[in-house]
């Protein structure tokens, strides 16, 4: 079979893992050629393709970013966009098609499934936030950027006894924020899920800080929200899939403690270091399984699935599974945390 994958939306460490794995068993197995679309849809739409083989993907396991990179171009939001997308399938002669990506890429994929191409799902998002799936790849590399930056903190907001605001990605949920602060021992830590009150927030800082010389980390979500009328926050631009850029809650955040509390406060956006570098082992095994699954899945002819970690096992789920609903941290996860917040 000739088989395509692109890398869609946000880059995230172990997307070259996937497609290596793909590639090796594709090739060594099934007699596969394999082929990528270059920057995501942006390449599928524009017939964009590069040549894949075992050779490109030497030396690349430990290798953050998409070796066929990635865009968040909506071929629905293109004029004939999916029309482009199924004549560059058919012109180049490609029999199915890997989609690697998150809630929008998968959104896409499920769509062109519905519509007769022959597509598989591969799960991917730093932030965790696909519901049909325990995990996805490169949120333990992106949490562990965290934790060793968190850690650092520690030290230099004891010596100046401070309160640091640490931002992290998570736009619709608070995964990484929720993780990092129980493995980062947090202060306090405010996800998208929770609406948070600033008097809250300041009087668990200043309970903490009464007990002596104390620092503070405060881990926030980029997509944290103030409680309605607490804090006024600004918007920003809006991508192709209608998001909007975030960045900047931790500034307005640490003001705000600053201004209340007295105590100095600084900020620190974490941003894209956590979707860069090197993925953890784990995430390198996780993305590796979801590579073999996704090319035996094209082979078993199971077109319009996702590969998924359910239970421990790797398992097909229907595409529109991926993206039906968001999956937002669970509230037993969150309770630890809170537990040694103040
Ligand atoms: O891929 C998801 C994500 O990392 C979000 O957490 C974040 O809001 C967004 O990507 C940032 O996107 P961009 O790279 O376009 O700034």
Redesign the pocket.
């Known amino acids: 079979m000739r088989v395509a994958m692109l890398t869609g ?4 460490p172990g997307l070259n893992a996937v497609m290596r794995a793909v590639v090796r068993k594709g090739e060594t197995v099934y007699g596969d050629e394999l082929v990528g679309f270059q920057d995501g849809w942006r390449g599928a739409i524009d017939g964009d393709v590069v040549p894949l083989s075992i050779a490109t993907f030497r030396g690349t396991l430990p290798r953050g970013g998409t070796v066929i990179g990635s865009s ?1 171009t909506n071929p629905y939001k293109v004029d004939h966009g999916p029309e482009a997308v199924k004549s560059a399938l058919a012109d180049n002669g490609i029999d199915a098609l890997i989609a690697i990506g ?1 809630e929008d890429t998968l959104g896409v994929a499920s769509r062109l499934a519905s519509d007769g191409v022959a597509v598989v799902g591969v799960p991917k ?3 965790n936030d696909l519901s049909a799936t325990e995990l996805t790849f ?1 949120f333990d590399t ?1 949490v562990q950027v965290c934790v060793d930056a968190i850690d650092r903190l520690h030290t230099t907001a004891e010596s100046h006894n401070r309160v640091m605001v640490v931002e992290v ?3 619709h949920a608070g995964h ?1 924020a929720t993780w990092s602060a129980i493995a980062g021992g947090a202060t306090v830590v405010l996800v998208p899920e929770r609406p948070f009150d600033i008097d809250h927030v300041c009087g668990l800082i200043r309970q903490r800080h009464s007990r002596g010389r104390y620092a503070s980390i405060v881990v926030v979500a ?2 944290a929200q103030p409680a309605e009328g607490t804090l006024a926050l600004q918007s920003g631009e809006r ?1 192709e899939f209608g ?1 909007v ?3 900047g809650i931790g500034d307005q955040l640490a003001q705000a403690i600053e201004e209340r509390t007295g105590f100095e406060t600084r900020a620190i956006v974490l ?2 270091v ?2 860069g570098g090197t993925p953890t082992a784990f995430d390198r095994v996780l993305a590796t399984r979801y590579g073999i699954s996704a090319i035996d899945a094209v082979h078993d002819g199971d077109f319009g699935t996702m590969v998924a970690l359910q239970a421990g096992d790797i398992v097909r789920v229907p595409l529109e599974e991926s993206t039906a609903e968001l999956k937002l941290v669970d509230p037993k996860i969150y309770e630890v945390a809170e537990v040694f917040f103040g």
């Not at 939306?9 to 995230?12: A, E, I, P």
């Open positions: 939306g946000g880059d995230c968040r998150g998002t730093i932030d490169g992106a990605m998570g736009r990484i980029e997509g991508d998001h850029r975030l960045g941003g894209h956590q979707r």
